[in-house]
T-cell receptor, first 117, second 115 residues
Framework: GAVVSQHPSRVICKSGTSVKIECRSL??????MFWYRQFPKKSLMLMATSNEGSKATYEQGVEKDKFLINHASLTLSTLTVTSAHPEDSSFYIC?????????????FGPGTRLTVL | AQKVTQAQTEISVVEKEDVTLDCVYE???????LFWYKQPPSGELVFLIRRNSFDEQNEISGRYSWNFQKSTSSFNFTITASQVVDSAVYFCALSEASGNEKLTFGTGTRLTIIP
């Protein structure tokens, strides 16, 4: 299957700082990438849909000014958690869909574990 | 609105036993896709299967099998002769077949295989 990478895999930061998480499709092009958040022992909740070259679409209840998403190319989307606070600590997972294959499955990155002190 | 229900939050079975994980979904779409993912302790989601709503044939892949019953809106997953490496959280998910095809996940079932 296709490979999606995330960087960093783990980050610890102080409250008030901003953290950027990268999501890359390594061997395919993705017009659409998705960002999910997972609290411990909970399910994945979709935060936003990232579309290359346009603004992201956020799910209800997700603050777009808090979670900045940029999808600058067909292989890279970034999520920036601005002014992070302890309640933002979570496991963030991205996924990407292959541009060529319609209705294909999404390929998930390995996730980024964010801890805000 | 779409919804996926995995009523079993945790299951423990002894190694070599068979185990079935239940998944019930709700959608107004006539065309949709169903998925199963495995999430081991490392956190990475591992894709197991995708099934579209028009294909109700059951599928078998090694020790894994899936039973799709449109009449009961269920897409159950069975592991035969379970192994310790099967221990993980398993998620059932649903996506619409048009638009951006975002996934709606169930709450997951934590499966523990006891050696």
């Amino acid at each position: 299957g296709a490979v999606v990478s995330q960087h960093p895999s783990r980050v610890i930061c102080k409250s008030g700082t901003s953290v950027k998480i990268e999501c890359r499709s390594l061997d395919f092009q993705a017009t659409t990438m998705f960002w999910y958040r997972q609290f411990p022992k909970k399910s994945l909740m979709l935060m936003a849909t990232s579309n290359e070259g346009s603004k992201a679409t956020y799910e209800q209840g997700v603050e777009k000014d808090k979670f900045l998403i940029n999808h600058a190319s067909l292989t890279l989307s970034t999520l920036t958690v601005t002014s992070a606070h302890p309640e933002d600590s979570s496991f963030y997972i991205c996924s990407a869909r292959d541009l060529v294959q319609a209705h294909a499955e999404q390929f998930f990155g390995p996730g980024t574990r964010l801890t805000v002190l | 609105a779409q919804k996926v229900t995995q009523a079993q939050t945790e299951i423990s079975v002894v190694e070599k036993e068979d185990v079935t994980l239940d998944c019930v979904y709700e959608t107004r779409d006539t065309t949709y896709y169903l998925f199963w993912y495995k999430q081991p302790p490392s956190g990475e989601l591992v894709f197991l299967i995708r099934r579209n709503s028009f294909d109700e044939q059951n599928e078998i892949s090694g020790r894994y099998s899936w039973n799709f019953q449109k009449s009961t809106s269920s897409f159950n997953f069975t592991i035969t002769a379970s192994q310790v490496v099967d221990s993980a959280v398993y998620f059932c998910a649903l996506s619409e077949a048009s638009g951006n095809e975002k996934l709606t996940f169930g709450t997951g079932t934590r499966l523990t295989i006891i050696p």
